[in-house]
């Protein structure tokens, strides 16, 4: 019999409680692929922060839960000329990794209306200038501008563990890079780092906020 998701991820926080030493984390499930139902299963279980990569998957997903009051996180590459409508719907974006792409978000006509949206500024941590991120040579630049934007409210850093590498020394790097965001700002003491396969190095060095998906959800109905 296949385990229910609300088990899932009643035994998966059980795991977190064990680990993160009384330190404040936050589970956020990542439901791609996923019927919006397991949402709400979810959400009747008690959880409250979910998280989707995808933007029409995730508008669809957050207009039809508006009723259960939850936060939504958008954690995939966030497209400029899609930035602001993503914006409409999620509540904190974890994907902020050029200064373009702010001025998209504060742009628009005036009057409109312009939700602040927490915001992590998203770390390259490979060294192919093609992966989503930002270099860290441009970290500093980029998290003053966040934090200038009165559309955007600066929370810390995001980053995925590169492929090949130990997930460990990768995110021992990214808590480097937390620590110059939180020179700039005390207050942006987020790190959002850790999916189901590393959840447990990413937790070792720092992390805030955890993107779980198929441990929780189980495997995605289609796709990968």
């Given at each position: 019999m296949t385990e229910a998701p609300a088990a899932r991820l009643a035994a998966f926080l059980e795991q977190l409680e064990d680990a993160r030493r009384a330190r404040d984390v936050?589970?956020?499930?990542?439901?791609?692929?996923?019927?919006?139902?397991?949402?709400?299963?979810?959400?009747?279980?008690?959880?409250?922060?979910?998280?989707?990569?995808?933007?029409?998957?995730?508008?669809d997903k957050a207009e039809a839960t508006t009723d259960l009051g939850l936060v939504w996180h958008f954690v995939g590459q966030l497209q400029r000329k899609k930035a602001r409508q993503v914006a409409r719907y999620a509540d904190v974006l974890h994907s902020i990794d050029a200064i373009e792409l702010v001025e998209a978000l504060e742009g628009g006509e005036p009057g409109d209306e312009r939700p602040v949206r927490d915001a992590l500024v998203q770390v390259n941590l490979t060294d192919d200038p093609a992966r989503g991120g930002v270099e860290p040579t441009g970290l500093e630049a980029l998290a003053e501008r966040v934090a200038a934007s009165e559309a955007l409210r600066l929370r810390g850093v995001m980053a995925v563990a590169p492929l090949g590498e130990e997930p460990g020394?990768?995110?021992?790097?990214?808590?480097?890079?937390?620590?110059?965001?939180?020179?700039?700002?005390?207050?942006?003491?987020?790190?959002?780092?850790?999916?189901?396969?590393?959840?447990?190095?990413?937790?070792?060095?720092?992390?805030?906020?955890?993107?779980?998906?198929?441990?929780?959800?189980?495997?995605?109905?289609?796709?990968?």
């Open positions: 936050t589970v956020v499930v990542v439901t791609k692929f996923h019927p919006v139902e397991l949402v709400r299963e979810l959400a009747a279980a008690g959880h409250r922060h979910f998280g989707e990569n995808r933007h029409p998957e995730a508008r020394r990768a995110f021992e790097r990214l808590a480097t890079y937390a620590e110059r965001v939180r020179r700039l700002d005390a207050s942006a003491d987020w790190i959002s780092a850790g999916m189901s396969a590393d959840w447990r190095e990413a937790l070792e060095h720092g992390a805030t906020h955890l993107r779980i998906g198929t441990a929780i959800t189980g495997n995605r109905a289609v796709g990968g």
